[in-house]
């Protein structure tokens, strides 16, 4: 495998979770008898352009099919960073009713329908029919096709060139990472601005975060990644932001290499904070593994005692990141005997690779169990502030990553 932005070969794989299923692919009850799709999961590094990757194995038209379970409306969270953000973006701009605002990955229009509402042009590119279609009927008018430059052309010589191009948790999904921000720059005007949003390499590294390794991230991205990636096109990042969402994201501001605006000084200094934390040391990759062994390893134990003790667990959030890690650890329904989720697009359906039912939400008060394990643990702090309730049975919330422990008390 040669790296998917300078080309080199690729001869460093630092991590191998095995063999895992999309982690998207939910089944329904008739396929549970049927053979399941697995593919191998590694990462590899580039020490040329040190861009982290998974290996070449899964096609994205196999990940992402019409019925993409991801809906992000789902998440008040995650809605009001959006309309946080469109709020600030607007101002920082000047958006207006001359404006024209282009979102790639729309989803279900969870954050272009804060620009819907200023009267302020949109398009959505979202290639998932049924997030789509929840887009549309927002009013947001959507083009349902992957983000290239062949795309970005056609859309220019439509005269829909961008003011403003937004990706939030895009970027690392794409398969060829040059024609994507090739299409960015043929797509935006002279003086636009393009805002991306990604989880950060640094904070994955710092805390542990393998359960964000999936098929559908095709690469993990340093800042430093980023930054050669956008010039290699003739685009310059002249801003970055720090974000706590997904475990710690960053936020880049680009433009063309000719536009006036100078980088700022936050741009050097995560330069450089990356570099002091050895993204560039290739020892700091080679001992990643066993810290993920370790995660895996205590959860098991975690839920083989909560077992021999008689307490009854579920899981909470039918997230990518929690297939990831039930997988790796070969969890099944006898540690684990359900998930709930507030998705409807996923409850009544099964986990791939590990089989574990999704019910409704409701189904926590009806069971009542001793504990709880949240597998988006990014968005811990919102479960337990809408489940509380199962504390009044002396229940408890935990995570597992970046180690086992009980919301509220340190690592157990």
């Known amino acids: 495998m040669k790296c998917r932005h300078?080309?080199?070969?690729?001869?460093?794989?630092?991590?191998?979770?095995?063999?895992a299923?999309?982690?998207?692919?939910?089944?329904?009850?008739?396929?549970?008898?049927?053979?399941?799709?697995?593919f191998p999961l590694k990462l590899q590094l580039c020490t040329e352009c040190w861009l982290v990757q998974t290996e070449d194995y899964a096609r994205a038209d196999e990940l992402f099919k019409s019925d993409y379970a991801y809906f992000s409306s789902i998440s008040k969270f995650w809605l009001d960073h959006a309309a946080r953000y469109v709020e600030k973006i607007t101002e920082l701009l000047g958006l207006n009713s001359g404006s024209y605002v282009v979102e790639i990955a729309s989803n279900d229009g969870y954050l272009l329908r804060n620009f819907v509402a200023r009267k302020i042009p949109c398009l959505g590119i979202e290639p998932a029919s049924d997030t789509a279609d929840a887009s549309e009927k927002l009013g947001i008018p959507v083009i349902r096709?992957?983000?290239?430059?062949?795309?970005?052309?056609?859309?220019?010589?439509?005269?829909k060139e961008a003011d403003l191009i937004i990706g939030n948790n895009v970027l690392a999904h794409v398969p060829d990472i040059n024609d994507f921000v090739?299409?960015?720059?043929?797509?935006?005007?002279?003086?636009?601005?393009?805002?991306?949003?990604?989880?950060?390499?640094?904070?994955?590294?710092e805390q542990v975060q393998f359960d964000t390794i999936y098929h559908e991230h095709y690469s993990y991205i340093s800042f430093s990644a980023a930054v050669r990636i956008f010039k290699a096109t003739g685009l310059k990042i002249h801003d970055v932001e720090e974000l706590p969402t997904h475990g710690g994201s960053i936020r880049i501001y680009a433009s063309h290499e000719s536009d006036p605006r100078s980088p700022t000084s936050t741009v050097s200094t995560?330069?450089?904070?990356?570099?002091?934390?050895?993204?560039?040391d290739l020892k700091v990759y080679m001992e990643f593994q066993k810290k993920i062994d370790d995660i895996k390893n205590n959860l098991l134990s975690f839920l083989i005692e909560e077992k021999r003790k008689e307490r009854k667990v579920a899981a909470y959030g039918a997230a990518a990141k929690g297939n990831t890690i039930l997988n790796y650890g070969g969890v099944k329904p006898d540690l684990l005997p359900y998930v709930c989720d507030a998705g409807p697009s996923k409850q009544g359906k099964y986990l791939p690779g590990s089989h574990i039912p999704i019910l409704h939400p409701d189904e926590l008060r009806k069971r009542k169990p001793d504990t709880v394990l949240i597998l988006p643990w990014n968005i811990a702090d919102e479960v337990v502030e809408q489940h509380g309730y199962i504390r009044e049975w002396g229940g408890e919330f935990y995570v597992a990553v970046p180690s086992v422990r009980k919301i509220g008390e340190s690592a157990v």
């Open 6 to 19: 300078c080309g080199a070969q690729l001869d460093c794989a630092f991590v191998d979770l095995g063999f």
């Open 21 to 38: 299923p999309p982690s998207n692919a939910y089944l329904v009850r008739e396929d549970l008898a049927a053979p399941e799709v697995y």
């Open 145 to 159: 096709e992957f983000f290239g430059a062949p795309l970005a052309k056609r859309l220019k010589d439509e005269g």
């Open 182 to 205: 090739a299409g960015l720059k043929t797509l935006l005007k002279p003086h636009g601005t393009i805002t991306f949003e990604f989880p950060h390499l640094l904070r994955f590294m």
């Open 270 to 280: 995560l330069l450089e904070l990356e570099k002091k934390a050895g993204l560039f």
